[in-house]
């Protein structure tokens, strides 16, 4: 089965908008990626500043890959030329990691 990672973003309400639209702009970045299978990016409704960067994958192999390749390119922003990084949004974060037991779907 599958294994999903989640990415627990803590950010200040200033910031939220900026995180939004920073992920708006990655469209594309991790969909065509070997083994990728789903992204979704959860907005707080209440009681707390995190956000949940929810991916799903294949297996732990796939996700390592796109750590190693993509997702490092595209983190470590300027490069020659390439000006100065922007601040992260979030004040910390961390990965979750689960191993998919069960899943349902809707029925038809």
């Known amino acids: 089965m599958s294994i999903v990672k ?38 707080p409704i209440e009681g707390t500043d995190d956000y949940l960067v929810y991916t799903r994958w294949r297996d732990e192999e796939s996700f390592q890959a796109w750590m190693e390749g993509p997702m490092k390119a595209a ?22 990691s689960f191993e998919v037991v069960q899943q349902a779907a809707p029925k038809s």
């Open 75 to 96: 983190h470590q922003g300027g490069g020659e030329g390439g000006g100065e990084r922007p601040k992260p949004a979030s004040s910390s974060a961390a990965v979750w």
């Open 6 to 43: 989640i990415n627990v973003l803590q950010v200040p309400a200033e910031q939220r908008e900026v995180l939004e639209k920073r992920f708006a702009s990655r469209a594309g970045a991790v969909e065509n990626s070997d083994g990728f299978e789903w992204f979704e990016l959860l907005r």
